[in-house]
């Protein structure tokens, strides 16, 4: 019994991170931005520990893998993707996009389609062991809550459109499966010669975070992006 009750955890702590999900997605569609943010990151930290505990437990399973992917195309794929439909219904639309207006919302769901195509991918890539392979998908998630939530005043002005918005849809969707090397947080020791992309990149975050607040997540994934591009040239 206490063996079975062991093997259970990662996948109860799985399930706190699908539940999480679908309370970011419900904040989400009612425009309760700074609501999905929490979720979200709540869904984040259960989605860190449960892959920990399997780990620790010696409790990995073919059910807990799956139900692993279903509950994070939940929370970092549909309710990322909620928040953008519920944009594209607030954010100004051009002359020239009005005849699409009605239609245009439902192009956010390509966030969900092609996090659910990362994730698919993530669990067969054999080369995402230690670094990434496109955007992970928590991070996708992060950026557009941290968006919605932080600089949502800018994005329902008229500095910006919902062509804009179609187009970060387009992007990010895009990122995540992109054949583009990105950089793991995981330190393999404290040295700076191994370590020395981690180390830039926290470096940036701390004065991100003092300066932007909420808005921080998103300038924070941009950056995360950046980094990687460049750090891949000089790879």
Known sequence: MPNCITRSIPNLVTCCNLFSGCIATVMAYEMRYE???????????F??????????????????KDIDSLADDISFGLAPAMIAFSLFKE??????????????PYTAFLIAVFSALRLAKFNVDTRQTTSFIGMPTPANALFWASLAAGAHPFLISDMFNALWLFVLVCLFSGLLVA??????????NLSWADNQTQYIFLGVCIPLIAFLGISSFAAIIVWYVFLSLVTRRKA
Request: net charge neutral.
């Open 35 to 45: 609501l999905a943010l929490l979720f979200i990151v709540m869904a984040a930290v």
């Open 47 to 64: 989605d860190f520990f449960d892959g920990m505990l399997a780990r620790l437990l010696n409790a990995r399973s073919p059910i807990g």
């Open 91 to 104: 954010v100004p639309y051009p002359a020239f996009l009005g005849g699409v207006a009605e239609w245009m």
């Open 179 to 188: 054949e583009l090397p990105m950089f793991s947080l995981k330190f393999k």
